[in-house]
């Protein structure tokens, strides 16, 4: 009894930590997302263009729609999946952070590069003109 109860209590743990993170970490999933971004996609269709099973793909459309990235909407006889990709703006975010700080490190590494040629081609020169100073000697 007791380890149902733990396993409950984890295993909901578990799905109401799923969020648009976990939904892209899978390729299926992107390939599905790119599939709807434009219009509405029946689900037999999108099924069709997997080599998998009808489950599988559902399984892939129900985390979609948990991490609110899609909509699953009846039509008469059909079921389409229409495109929210508006959650898709926290990968953004999130990305956009690191590549502000990649972006500025970058940038301090390449003045340090440019100073540092600077500084050698300096001392090239130099070089080069005591050089010819102790040939005319």
């Known amino acids: 009894m007791l380890a149902y109860i733990f396993a409950s209590k984890y295993l909901r743990i578990m799905e109401a930590r799923r969020d648009?993170?976990?939904?892209?970490?899978?390729?299926?999933?992107?390939?599905?997302?790119?599939?709807?971004?434009?219009k509405p996609v029946n689900v037999?269709?999108?099924?069709?263009?997997?080599?998998?099973?009808?489950?599988a793909i559902s399984l892939h459309l129900k985390i979609l729609a948990e991490?609110?990235?899609l909509n699953i909407k009846q039509q008469g006889r059909e079921?389409?999946?229409?495109?929210?990709l508006e959650k898709l703006?926290?990968?953004?975010?999130?990305?956009?952070?690191?590549?502000?700080l990649w972006t500025g490190r970058f940038n301090s590494l390449r003045k340090f590069?440019?100073?540092e040629e600077l500084q050698l081609t300096k001392n090239s020169k130099g070089v080069k003109s005591n050089k010819r100073k102790n040939l005319n000697k």
């Open 20 to 38: 648009v993170f976990q939904a892209i970490a899978d390729p299926t999933r992107r390939a599905i997302i790119d599939m709807i971004a434009t």
């Open 44 to 55: 037999n269709t999108i099924a069709e263009n997997f080599d998998m099973s009808r489950q």
């Open 67 to 69: 991490c609110d990235l």
């Open 79 to 84: 079921r389409f999946c229409e495109a929210k």
């Open 89 to 100: 703006n926290e990968v953004h975010e999130w990305i956009q952070q690191y590549h502000k």
């Open 113 to 115: 590069l440019e100073k």
